[in-house]
């Protein structure tokens, strides 16, 4: 129903807590000499926050984007440790990984404080990369359909049907994330094509439009046949972004 030619495939890189500035230059400097013929795809690499102007800089003629892995709704105040949508800009960064797993589970991200992040990005013009995924006592338990529903739908309620188009939206399995298990590629287009159903309940041109990606252990090995099916559009990956030979593979399969 849905034609994967219409949607720009996106590989995206959360660094997460790894690379100092110092390394992420070396990544780039040896990364950016090899991405020639990458023209059809959206490349994003998302490092930690103290090395984002320093990617912005190393990237400014380049295709590469750069987003952070974590943003506050609010445009200031009393929010120890936290970044806001004005300071990403002032940098020109492009966007932000929002609702990853790590940040659910390890750090309280909500449903509640997504569904205040993901417009807020898209009223300021940065991409919202929006994390979704479920458990794997979720999956054994039957609850995959349910799950991935209630986050695409609490998590994107406040955007308004036009917009929705604008956000990534990243499947990544938690029992995939770091753990070498990835997705068979029938699971991943499973799931994914569950989430643009569940977008075409809203508006069925804009699911035909949003890219989805697969997250969760993606390597060179396995990209290729991941991107390959029908309603995945690209992938977002871990480990596998470190470095630079293995991240350009799994670029190049999409
Ligand atoms: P890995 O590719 O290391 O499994 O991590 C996936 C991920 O969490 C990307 O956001």
Avoid at 93 to 98: L, S, T
Avoid at 99 to 110: D, K, P
């Amino acid at each position: 129903m849905h034609s994967a030619s219409q949607r720009r495939p996106l590989v995206a890189a959360n660094w997460k807590m790894y690379k100092t500035v110092a390394e992420t230059e070396d990544f780039l400097d040896r990364f950016l000499g090899s991405i020639g013929n990458l023209g059809e795809v959206d490349l994003v690499l998302c490092p930690p926050a103290t090395a984002l102007a320093a990617a912005v800089e190393r990237t400014r003629r380049s295709p590469i984007r750069i987003a952070a892995q974590n943003v506050h709704e609010q445009e200031a105040g009393p929010f120890t440790g936290e970044i806001s949508i004005p300071m990403l800009r002032e940098l020109d960064v492009a966007g932000a990984v929002v609702g990853h797993s790590e940040r659910r589970a390890l750090f309280c991200e909500t449903d509640e404080a997504l569904a205040r992040k993901v417009p807020a990005l898209l009223s300021a013009e940065l991409l919202p990369i929006l994390c979704v995924g479920e458990s794997e006592a979720e999956r054994d338990a039957g609850e995959t359909e349910a799950v991935l529903a209630r986050q695409v739908d609490a998590d994107l309620a406040a955007v308004p049907d036009p917009k929705l188009a604008g956000v990534v939206i990243a499947y990544e399995p938690i029992w995939a994330i770091g753990t070498g298990r990835t997705a068979t590629t029938e699971q991943a287009q499973e799931a994914i094509a569950l989430i643009r159903s569940r977008i075409a309940v809203r508006d069925s041109a804009v699911a035909a439009r949003i890219r989805i990606v697969y997250g969760g252990s993606v390597k060179p090995g396995n990209a290729a046949g991941l991107f390959a099916q029908p309603d995945v559009d690209g992938g977002l990956v871990g480990g596998a972004s470190l470095d630079p030979e293995d991240f350009l593979a799994i670029c190049e399969a999409a």
